[in-house]
């Protein structure tokens, strides 16, 4: 008998992601409420959050199964429901976006103004994905001038197994694909046993040249070193670890003139992620940050 995941990932998932419906994209039977061999009826005790979820859910399956409401009219009010909410959320955003438009001037954010704009953005809840779009942003602003261009973004929850990548950002040779750079993100401090575990990727791509952690966290001295030292072993692969806010802040005093330019690809990136990788609070806070910095609040 096929089980709850296998519907979800088999239909739930492309439904969800075509019609662009706000709930996550991963299955919610890896949630460990639902991970169980168990028959999901009102007897049961379910732990999760928000705690007034599980047990929702619950009293619905058992109306479906005593014939108290149709499955039919269950599945209508939630798409009405999620369409409702879809629908506003794009109104919040676009009234946000509105906003910016009508506000803009003829002096750009300073490179400074901006790197403290995107440190705010970070410092926010459930950010772990934004490091990924600073540096994607950063090279899709400088594409021409480096003559790089970065990959398609994997989906946040994806594992590097599934999806072949060798890092959470892959740089290219404009015309090229083969990956010459590799970013991998981290939102807590780089260890030996993450540069010994790169360099058995880089073992497996000759093409590469650079592996550079990029991390929110304290970099420990030692850890560069031991990173610097591999050089002359991987036979003239560089492998670094660079402070995230510190990489962009290089990055724009290097491109100042594409300051702004890097905040738009920012934006772009933002607003076009999936609701499990950048939430709805998420974009609307860095409008709301961007139209508070621009105003020189």
Known sequence: MPTGRYYDEQYVFDFITRWKLPCTSTTAFLTPAFAQNIVLDLNQRLRGRPAGLYPAILEILDAIQSGKVSATAVLNELLRVLIIERDDRQARLESLKKGLREQANDLPLSSEDTVQLIEQHLALKHSSRLPVLVVAAAYRAASERLGEKVLRLHAHT????????????????????????????????????????????????????????????PIDPSIREYANQRY???GGV????????????????LFHRLRTSFLDEYQDLVLSQAESAVNQALKEAFLALRRAAQAGE
């Open 232 to 234: 002359r072993e991987l």
């Open 158 to 217: 994806a594992a590097d197994k599934q999806t072949g990548a060798i890092g959470d950002v892959e740089i290219t040779l404009l015309g090229d694909n083969k990956v010459v750079t590799t970013y991998e993100m981290k939102d807590k401090p780089v260890t030996t046993g993450d540069v010994d575990i790169a360099i058995q990727k880089i073992a497996n791509c000759a093409e590469v040249q650079n592996y550079i952690f990029v991390t929110t966290a």
């Open 238 to 253: 560089e492998v670094a670890v660079l402070d995230c806010i510190e990489f962009l802040r290089h990055f724009l005093h």
